[in-house]
T-cell receptor, first 114, second 115 residues
Framework: DTGVSQDPRHKITKRGQNVTFRCDPI?????LYWYRQTLGQGPEFLTY????????KSRLLSDRFSAERPKGSFSTLEIQRTEQGDSAMYLC????????????FGPGTRLTVT | AQKVTQAQTEISVVEKEDVTLDCVYE???????LFWYKQPPSGELVFLIR??????QNEISGRYSWNFQKSTSSFNFTITASQVVDSAVYFC????????????FGKGTTLSVSS
C-alpha cells in the first residue's frame, strides 16, 4: 500500500490525558498537512509542513497542539491535556510540489475524549 | 476572506437520475484552485478534480462533469446516471494563491442514491 497511512485509527482517552498520532505520507511527497474534521463538517486545516519545516499553522492549533516532522518523512501530532471538544477525526494529507495542490488523504485517526 | 459554501446539505436521488452538487466560493485572490473530494462511508477522502482560476473550461470524466463559472464564483459538479456507489459526502474546496497550502472546505453535500 503506497498511500498515506495513519496510526492509530481509533483512540479513546480520558480528558486531561495526552495523545499522539502518527502520519506516514506517500514516500515521494515533501508536503504534509494535518486537518481536523468534526461530525457534519468539512475538514479544517491545522498545519502544514514542507519537508521538515512547519510553514503554516491555523489559529485552531492552540498551544495544547504540537506537530513535528523531524526528518521530513513521517509526522506526529500531539494533543496535550485533551478536552472533550478535541473529539474529532484527525486527517493527514500529503502532496508533492509538482502536484499543484492535489492532496492525498489518509484514513484518519478518530479521537474520542471521555 | 476565503469561503466555500455548499448550500445543499443532503440530496436523495434514485439510480440513473442526474444530480448536480452546487459550490459557491469567495476569494480575493486572482490565482486560486478549486477541488472536489468524495468521502464514502469508509471515511477516506478521495480526490476527484482540481481546477485553476485561469482555466474555465468545463471538464468531463466518465459520468462526472464540472462547470466552473468565474462570473458567478461557482464550481458545480454533475453526476450523470447516478449509481448506488456514488452515495457519499462530496466536498468542494478552495486553495488560494500558491498551490500546495491549506484547503478551505465547504461543509459538504451528502448524496444518497437508492436503487
Amino acid at each position: 500500500d503506497t498511500g498515506v497511512s495513519q496510526d492509530p485509527r481509533h483512540k479513546i482517552t480520558k480528558r486531561g490525558q495526552n495523545v499522539t498520532f502518527r502520519c506516514d505520507p506517500i514516500s515521494e511527497h515533501n508536503r504534509l498537512y494535518w486537518y481536523r474534521q468534526t461530525l457534519g463538517q468539512g475538514p479544517e486545516f491545522l498545519t502544514y509542513f514542507q519537508n521538515e519545516a512547519q510553514l503554516e499553522k491555523s489559529r485552531l492549533l492552540s498551544d495544547r497542539f504540537s506537530a513535528e516532522r523531524p526528518k521530513g518523512s513521517f509526522s506526529t501530532l500531539e494533543i496535550q491535556r485533551t478536552e472533550q471538544g478535541d473529539s474529532a477525526m484527525y486527517l493527514c494529507a500529503s502532496s508533492s510540489t509538482g502536484d499543484l495542490g492535489e492532496q492525498y488523504f489518509g484514513p484518519g485517526t478518530r479521537l474520542t475524549v471521555t | 476572506a476565503q469561503k466555500v459554501t455548499q448550500a445543499q446539505t443532503e440530496i436523495s436521488v434514485v439510480e440513473k437520475e442526474d444530480v448536480t452538487l452546487d459550490c459557491v466560493y469567495e476569494t480575493r485572490d486572482t490565482t486560486y484552485y478549486l477541488f472536489w473530494y468524495k468521502q464514502p462511508p469508509s471515511g477516506e477522502l478521495v480526490f476527484l478534480i482540481r481546477r485553476n482560476s485561469f482555466d474555465e473550461q468545463n471538464e468531463i470524466s466518465g459520468r462526472y462533469s464540472w462547470n466552473f463559472q468565474k462570473s458567478t464564483s461557482s464550481f458545480n459538479f454533475t453526476i450523470t446516471a447516478s449509481q448506488v456507489v456514488d452515495s457519499a459526502v462530496y466536498f468542494c474546496a478552495l486553495s488560494e494563491a500558491q498551490a500546495g497550502t491549506a484547503l478551505i472546505f465547504g461543509k459538504g453535500t451528502t448524496l444518497s442514491v437508492s436503487s
